[in-house]
């Protein structure tokens, strides 16, 4: 049984960096095609991706966020950190991570596992 | 920088057909593009429905199915639920670091 949990604070202030972990079970982020991912939705607006890091430790930013973004891994712990520096009022959102799978036998690549998300609040 | 477009919103009568689309900035849509499909409902964390363009999870309600469409990625609901009434959201792949959402399509089932 696939499982991912996020964890950390709920509120952080402007300027501060953000650290959120995301806890899985299920499966090993050693696994070939394995990755695990991370996306935001500020409130009632759409999704957005932020970052993944794979089997293989490559790790893959949106540009739009990469210079404040990294992500990392603790195999041993089956967990994947993020980290968000200079924190704003419009990070506002909740944060999602989600299993992303490469099966390259079969050509697809899926994001079928999330975990509830963890909202978080900055205030100025 | 790239952007995924979706309707904004559709609405549908329940047992009716809908199709929601899901096209690129950059060009036609292509299997290429990994096409993925999640439903969201209010309050709830988004759902896969659909991978790889066609292709369903194992929870996947079979009335729901993904294809290639006029250039765009698409998800057709046939014989609606009023239970079906979310938001509907695509991702696209263009490689490597460049991963994209579309920016969401509400569902109304009336």
């Known amino acids: 049984q696939v499982t991912l949990r996020e964890s950390g604070p709920a509120l952080v202030k402007a300027t501060q960096t953000l650290r959120l972990t995301c806890t899985f079970s299920g499966f090993s982020l050693s696994t070939s095609g394995m990755c695990v991912s991370w996306i935001r939705q500020p409130p009632g607006k759409a999704l957005e991706w932020l970052a993944y890091?794979?089997?293989?430790?490559?790790?893959y930013y949106s540009t739009s966020l990469e210079t404040r973004l990294t992500i990392s891994r603790d195999t041993s712990k089956n967990q994947v950190v993020l980290t968000m520096t200079n924190m704003d009022p419009v990070d506002t959102a909740t944060y999602y991570c989600?299993?992303?799978?490469?099966?390259?036998?079969?050509?697809?690549?899926?994001?079928?596992?999330w975990g509830q998300g963890t909202p978080v609040t900055v205030s100025s | 920088q790239t952007v995924v477009t979706q309707e904004p919103s559709l609405t549908v009568s329940p047992g009716g057909t809908v199709t929601l689309t899901c096209a690129s900035s950059?060009?036609?849509?292509?299997?290429?593009?990994?096409p993925n499909w999640f439903q969201q409902k209010p309050g709830q964390t988004p759902r896969a429905l659909i991978y790889s363009t066609n292709n369903k999870h194992s929870w996947t309600p079979a009335r729901f199915s993904g294809s290639l469409l006029g250039g765009k990625a698409a998800l057709t609901l046939s014989g609606v639920q009023p239970e079906d009434e979310a938001d509907y959201y695509c991702l696209l792949y263009f490689g490597g670091a460049s991963v994209v959402f579309g920016g969401g399509t509400k569902l109304t089932v009336l």
């Open positions: 989600a299993r992303r799978r490469v099966d390259g036998r079969r050509g697809v690549i899926m994001v079928d596992f």
């Open positions: 890091i794979d089997w293989d430790e490559d790790k």
């Open positions: 950059t060009g036609a849509v292509t299997s290429g593009y990994y």
